[in-house]
């Protein structure tokens, strides 16, 4: 297991590595590969994004505690293509004609205000970094349970986290995208190696008999508002559905923006609907683990893992710890990248060069892995906190994301600003006050809030300052080699 | 597009469903796994 792991992070860092491109010598070209990949290039991109470490180890674990509630993700993964079906193409036209780089880049633009568009860049960052701790915890689970030593997995974290730091500087998106490619069909020939090698074991017909007689409240999802019951499940598919179909993951971006074509974005979002099939093979597994495994409490993401090495020759275990190795670190690299192009793009100075955002972006890049692994090695429960707000907190960004492809003028800045203050004030409150609200997923209802906040300061306020469109300033893009100034829109 | 209104309602309501929501076994499988692996099937036949 030692050798799969060594050889694992070798193969993915040495794809990184050839990932690089000449023109990766410039800010676009290093976070959004010069907007000029194919459609497959960004459909592997995307996929990779959101089928990481938590697929592969979650999902059966969410299984073994909360049953046929784990069909959540897949649900709201179809609802989020959905959106991004409809909103892609639109943020990607925008973003070729005015030169956006990130979420936080449009808003503040389309809304005439630079402190709105800093304050959707620093909650992106702040909600989004726990997933990258996630993925380097996963890594370290599952070298640490290939091999049989907790040391080695420490040691797989750290030196994972310096690969990654490597490839994404050297690299940017298009090493990300070469990695993607192998990671997105290994981990799928994973999963299935590992389902017929349980078929096999243990004999398909028996498995949902034993789960019906020793846990048949596993099978449905029970009524009442306790943790996995109906008021989670539909809560929790409508604000993860919102949070993914309105773009406000920061890694749905990079995916987006590289493309070469909108109809590619149309494409991708299309098939990707199917791709989410995948993700019932790791809720098959967790049903197996349940009639075939004693699970001890706080065990339930190595399930996957204990099925996998119950039922597989060694050389098997490795592939899939190779494929586990790969799910943890495509994902990582991928949100690293996006945090960083946030970081260069809206968390700076206004008005540095092209050549210091990129630098600013691989250093940041640098200082996100490592306060990642740090955390993950020294307060693991900081960011496991942390993680509980990253959707909640994340999709009270859909509004300001959506009003910005359209041209309506009503909501400004001031009651878009309002309504995230509050809101967000409202997930961080509850959360760490443990305030239910009816076993609603509190991202429900800050998102509620934010609404009403939104329009009532709005109509207080009045209408927007929004920027000349294209055709109605007869000027073609503003200058490829800065963000857009409303000067240059009002010329 | 109003189409797309069907995917979405199904995939938020799934538990509402008794027929769906319901401890029986469909070729060994819960059902809601075909409920929403078909919702999914469908999403990307309208999206097409």
Redesign the interface.
């Known amino acids: 297991m030692i050798f799969a792991t060594v050889l694992g992070l070798a193969v993915i860092a040495t794809l990184g590595f050839l990932g690089r491109r000449r023109s990766l010598n410039t800010n676009s070209g290093w976070s959004i590969g010069d907007r000029g990949m194919s459609s497959l290039t960004t459909f592997f991109l995307q996929a990779g994004a959101i089928f990481t470490s938590f697929t592969f180890l979650g999902m059966s674990g969410l299984t073994v505690l909360g ?2 509630s784990a ?1 959540y993700l ?3 993964l ?2 989020g ?2 959106g991004m ?2 909103l892609g193409p639109i943020v990607w036209k925008l973003g070729k004609v005015f030169n956006y780089h990130t979420n936080a880049d449009m808003v503040g633009h389309q809304f005439s205000s630079p402190f709105l568009g800093r304050l959707v860049a620093f909650l992106a960052v702040v909600f989004f970094m726990p997933i990258v701790q996630v993925q380097i915890v996963g890594l370290g689970t599952m070298v640490s349970f290939g091999t049989g030593y907790k040391q080695a997995g420490t040691l797989s974290m750290i030196v994972a986290t310096v690969l990654i730091l490597l490839f994404v500087s050297w690299a940017g998106l298009r090493g990300v995208a070469l990695t993607a490619y192998f990671k997105d069909v290994a981990m799928v020939v994973a999963l299935v190696i590992i389902l017929i090698g349980s078929l096999a074991t243990y004999h ?2 028996d ?3 034993d789960v ?1 007689t020793n846990a ?1 409240k596993l ?3 029970s009524p009442g508002t306790q943790t996995y019951g ?1 008021v989670w ?2 809560s929790s ?2 604000i993860s ?1 919102i949070g993914l179909g309105a773009m406000t993951l920061p890694e749905s971006w990079p995916a987006v923006l590289a493309a070469n074509k909108s109809r590619a974005v149309s494409k991708n ?3 990707l ?2 791709y ?2 995948a993700t ?1 093979i790791p ?2 597994l967790g049903f197996f683990a349940v009639s075939h495994l004693q699970i001890n409490k706080g065990e339930e993401n190595s399930a996957i893992l204990t099925l996998a090495s119950d039922s597989l020759p060694g050389w098997l275990m490795g592939l899939v710890i190779i494929s586990g190795l790969a799910c943890a670190i495509v994902p990582a690299a991928h949100c690293v990248l996006a945090i960083a192009t946030l970081v260069s793009s809206n968390l700076t100075p206004t008005g540095i060069s092209e050549e210091r955002k990129l630098l600013v972006g691989r250093v940041s890049s640098g200082v996100i892995l490592l306060l990642s692994l740090g955390l993950a090695l020294s307060r693991p429960d900081l960011m496991a906190n942390l993680y509980l707000l990253t959707y909640a907190g994340l999709a009270q960004l859909a509004p300001s994301n959506v009003l910005s492809v359209t041209r309506q003028k009503f909501v400004n800045a001031r009651g878009l600003i309002a309504g995230l203050i509050v809101s967000e004030t409202v997930v961080i409150v509850c959360t760490f006050g443990k305030i239910g609200i009816f076993g609603l997923n509190i991202g429900v209802v800050a998102l509620v809030i934010n609404i009403i906040v939104m329009l009532a300061v709005s109509a207080a306020t009045g209408p927007a300052v929004r920027p000349a469109w294209p055709q109605d300033r007869g000027a073609a893009r503003p200058s490829a080699t800065r963000a857009p100034l409303i000067a240059d829109l009002e010329a | ?1 109003l189409a ?1 209104i069907l ?2 309602a199904a ?6 469903f008794p027929f769906i ?3 029986a ?1 469909m070729l ?3 059902p ?2 075909f409920w ?2 078909g ?3 469908a ?2 036949l309208i ?2």
Do not use: C, D, K, R
Not at chain 2, 11 to 16: A, C, Y
């Open positions: 049953g046929v069909a897949p649900a709201y179809v609802i293509y959905i079906f409809l398909a017909g498995v949902m008999a019906m048949e099978l449905v999802v109906i499940f539909v598919v409508i559905g979002h299309i098939m609907p199917l989410t099939l019932f809720i098959v | 597009h797309l995917p979405i995939l938020v309501l799934t538990p509402f929501n319901t401890p076994s060994g499988l819960p809601i796994l929403v692996g919702w999914a099937i999403t990307t999206l097409s």
